[in-house]
Structure formats: C-alpha cells, structure tokens
C-alpha cells in the first residue's frame, strides 16, 4: 500500500511532464494544429447549393399545374407539346385541341402566352373537337421581320418567272437601260420613264408596233432589234405599268400636213406642216410642228416620231433651223411616261423590282439579277420552266401588304406572306392585329405581283374557330 510520501512524489512527476510538455511542444519540434472552422463552413454551404439544385430540378420535372390553368387562353402539354385553346371562361372549361400556332394567334392574339401543365391534367379534362385553319401556315414572321419592298422578279428566254423577297434585295441596278421583249407575239420595251415634277420615276412596259421600221426605231431608242428580244412570260410582263405606245396615237396631233393656224415660222420652216419634225442646230432639242406653233419633245420622242408610220402614209419631214422658236405650241404628248433620253441596252437577264412605301404609290425599275437571286445570267434561273414560277423568300421572313394598283397610295385587302413564298388574305376586321400586325405601316403592291406567289388559305378567326377542312377557301375564291 503506497504511503503518502509515495502519493506526493507521483503529483508531484505528473505536474512536472505537464509543464513539460506546455513549454516543450510537440516531439519532433511541430506544433499541433487547431482544426480550421472554415472547412466545415464550406462544406455546409455546398450541401445547401446541392439540396436547393435538387429542389429547383424537381420542381422543373414534376408537373406542378398553375392555379388559372383554366381561364380562357393556350394550354400547352409539358410531355406532348400539343396545344389546346379555352375559348369561355368556366370552372370546367373544355379543351380544343388546335392544329397549328396560326390559327392560336387568329383565336386568341399574337400576345397570348401559353401555359405549360402536365398530360395527366389534360387527360383529366374534357377535350372537345380539333379547331383550326387546315393549311394555314405553321408559323408567320413578326413585324420586325417583314419585307414589304424590294421584291425582285427575273424572268429569261426558256424560263418561268423567280420571284425573290430579300433584304437587301437580289438586284444589281440598271439605271439608263432598256430591255425589248416578246410576249404572247407582241414587242414591248421595257424602260424608265423621265422624272414627273417630285414623283419617282418608274419604269413601264411600251408597245412596239410591228412595221417595217420596227428595228430602226429600237436602234434609235437604245433598245435590243427584234432578233434579240427576250421571249418572257404574260405574268413578267404585267409586273410593269402600261406606258404610252411608241406609235402615232401617243401623239395627239390634228389637221395633219395642214398650215398651223398660229405661230407660224419664217426662214427654213415657213412652208412647214403641221407634223413636220423641227431640229435646232447643234443639238438645240427637238419640236413638233402643231396646230398652235412649235410644241418641245424630247430626244426620245423625236427617235420615235421619226420612225413612225403616218396616217397619211407619208414619212415624216425632218426640218433643221437655225434657233429655237421663240413661241411655242400646246405639249402634244398626252400621259405616255417615256424616257427623256436615248437608253442603253440591258445585257442581263431581266428583272423587276418592286418599291411600295407605306402612304405612297407603288412603282417598279427595270433591274438586273444580283447575288441573291442566283447569278447575272440564266444560270439563276435553273429549275423554272417555261410556264413556272418560283419563290424564293429569306428564311423566317415574310411580308404583310395590301393589294392594289399602281394608282392606290393606302387602301386595299390585305395579305400576309410566309416564308414558303405562299400569300394568304386576311379576312374579316382586325384580323391583322390579332397576327400582331395592327401597328405596322402597310404598304400597298399591285395585285400582278401577288399573283407570283403560291396561293394560300384565307386566314380568319371564323375560320380558326371552326373544324378543320380541306375544303377551306383559298386566295381568289
């Protein structure tokens, strides 16, 4: 048994390794490090990320269905991706399955936002008969992305008519060129008109009568001889407007080989006629001797009057004085929208581009084919036979417009076309809006340009209300 002298000295030796081993440190001189707190800190915050992630992830996949499912609007099935419309506010609303987003937009409008629930609630509703716009497009472009101008048609011998809606256009610009064609056996050229006070010029289709003096007078205006005409298409053709025949009845002349009445000249022309062509000296212009004096023409129409055939069967008397009259007779050209000036000859492929700004009327130019629309020659218009017509629309765009004619500035019915070159009339008031584009500016085209596209179903809110049919009216019917 340990006396107490044994108990001391053992206190007293555990006290001394105590102190010890305080000052001393760890063997090996290391010291002895604290567990770090911010590892567990991290650890617990990574946990948390994880759980949240996890929470966010099965929210995302479990079918949570929204408390207003059923007021009226576009549903659309989280498994299936089928849309379904209510069209009547009710508790229990029945759920018209709808074939395609046009028809939606055209019940609904192009604001409605769809609802994703799960097919189990779908499956647990009443689901009534398909509605819908069979053959209406899948989708339409939105305002941004329309192209209401710069449509370029090109056409060529042995070919159809491609028509090109793209921004920038498909077109290389021809200003100052004239093209001769044929169509259906009659001869057009196909030029630029002067500028009329702050109008645009445009460009217009002119009948060119056949004669014997035919190819003298396509020489003198710029344009290809009958040889060379470009066979195109009655649709190419009616792309232009219609300007005045370069023939006699564009020159509204009386008492033909008559004295003037008044005005008469003296010198050279005191013995002209009426319908004798006056020439002023080193290149002065042009006049055309009228019942009232001495009427100004352009170069243009003094290469056309000079190889015209008269009434009379006379050929036309050429003048030369020596300074311009200095009084003048009635204009004798009437609304004929030549050119001013001799033209120069198109050497490419044909094209029409149509211009249509909103608030104004529509016009054309006589263009050649650019990058976009295949090439400068015939090779941009493989594939399109005599007799075709091919569209070719950016993808994801399109156009809204109203059709008219050359002379209408803002009124008009209106179309939409998608971008599979298809056109489609709106029916009925405010079916633009409902497509979303009640507040873009319309512009009106002439209907001959609509008539290159694919002709598509009417689009209307009856109609997207309704069952579906093959029956449903197309554009014209």
């Known amino acids: 048994m340990a006396t107490k002298k044994d108990l001391v000295e053992a206190y007293s030796f ?78 229990d609303p029945d759920l018209r ?52 101008s710069g ?81 195109v298409p009655r649709r190419w053709l009616l792309l232009f407007p219609t300007g005045g025949s370069l023939d006699w009845s564009s020159f509204d002349l009386d008492r033909l080989g008559k004295l003037p009445s008044e005005n008469r000249l003296d010198g050279p022309a005191a013995d002209a006629v009426i319908g004798d062509l006056l020439e002023v000296e080193g290149d002065g212009g042009f006049f055309l001797l009228t019942d009232s004096g001495p009427a100004t023409i352009s170069p243009f129409a003094a290469a056309v009057y000079r190889n015209i055939e008269l009434p009379n069967g006379k050929p036309v008397e050429e003048v030369t004085i020596p300074s311009v009259p200095g009084t003048y007779g009635d204009p004798i050209l009437g609304d004929v929208s030549w050119p001013a000036a001799k033209q120069e000859p198109l050497l490419s492929d044909p094209c029409a581009q149509l211009t249509a700004v ?9 263009v050649g084919p650019g990058d976009a629309s295949g090439a400068t020659s015939s090779e941009g218009l493989d594939g399109v036979d005599v007799g075709d017509k091919d569209q070719v629309v950016a993808p994801g765009r399109g156009a809204y417009v109203l059709s008219g004619d050359w002379t209408d500035r803002s009124s008009g019915l209106p179309f939409v076309i998608d971008s599979k070159g298809k056109v489609y009339p709106l029916v009925g008031q405010g079916t633009a809006d409902l497509l979303g584009y009640g507040d873009h500016p319309v512009p009106v085209v002439p209907d001959t340009w609509l008539d290159l596209f694919e002709c598509g179903v009417n689009l209307s809110q009856d109609a997207a209300l309704s069952p579906p049919s093959e029956d449903d009216r197309q554009c014209g019917e």
């Open 358 to 366: 909103p608030g104004e009327s529509p016009h054309v130019d006589l």
């Open 14 to 91: 555990s006290r001394r390794r105590l102190v010890t081993a305080f000052v001393s440190g760890a063997p090996g001189g290391r010291e002895v490090e604290p567990a770090r707190p911010g590892r567990t800190v991290v650890g617990g915050l990574a946990l948390a990320v994880l759980l949240a992630a996890g929470a966010a992830i099965a929210g995302v996949f479990s079918p949570r269905t929204p408390d207003d499912w059923n007021q009226p609007g576009l549903l659309i099935s989280k498994e299936t991706g089928a849309a379904y419309v209510i069209t009547k506010e009710s508790d």
């Open 151 to 231: 449509w370029t048609a090109c056409t060529g011998s042995d070919h159809g008519v491609r028509v090109t809606v793209t921004d920038p256009p498909a077109s290389t610009p021809a200003p100052g060129k004239a093209v001769t064609v044929m169509s259906g056996g009659d001869l057009y050229v196909i030029a630029q008109s002067a500028p009329v006070d702050d109008e645009e010029p445009g460009t217009y289709a002119y009948a060119v009568p056949d004669t014997d003096r035919t190819d003298g007078l396509l020489g003198e205006i710029g344009s290809q001889t009958t040889q060379s005409a470009i066979q």
């Open 97 to 148: 399955p709808v074939i395609n987003s046009t028809s939606a937009k055209l019940i609904l409008g192009s604001e409605a936002e769809p609802t994703l629930i799960s097919q189990d609630t779908i499956d647990d509703q009443h689901i009534g008969a398909d509605i819908g716009i069979f053959g209406a497009p899948a989708s339409l472009p939105t305002s941004s992305l329309l192209i209401d």
